[in-house]
């Protein structure tokens, strides 16, 4: 059972950024999945959901219109295309399989001019 994301690095405030989160060795169409951030001195906070089957999406107040969750099942990999991105969004990315549970590793995001 492994979750693998990727796709983080710096940007300028404004720009996008695509995180990709890879998933092995569990049933990922029965999981409903979560992006979290955690940046440096602060808890982890929850940032948006994704249903199993793709049909429902849920967002921090923090991010909505600014950040979209989004799955591919057959590749068994979930996504969180961030825009408009600004320096408190700097962080490191979680993502969360609920069904199992399991956590990914992380990835940076650093938002800065």
């Known amino acids: 059972e492994q979750l693998v994301e990727s796709g983080g690095g710096l940007v300028q405030p404004g720009g996008s950024l695509r995180l990709s989160c890879a998933a092995s060795g569990f049933t990922f169409s029965s999981s409903i999945m979560r992006w979290y951030r955690q940046a440096p001195g602060k808890e982890r906070n929850y940032v948006a959901s994704?249903?199993?089957?793709?049909?429902?999406?849920e967002y921090a107040g923090s991010v909505k219109g600014r950040f979209t969750i989004s799955r591919d099942n057959a590749k068994m990999t979930v996504f969180l295309q961030m825009n408009s991105l600004k320096p408190e969004d700097t962080a490191v990315y979680y993502c969360?399989?609920?069904?199992?549970?399991?956590w990914g590793q992380g990835t940076q995001v650093t938002v800065s001019s």
């Open positions: 969360y399989a609920q069904a199992v549970p399991l």
């Open positions: 994704i249903s199993n089957d793709g049909g429902s999406t």
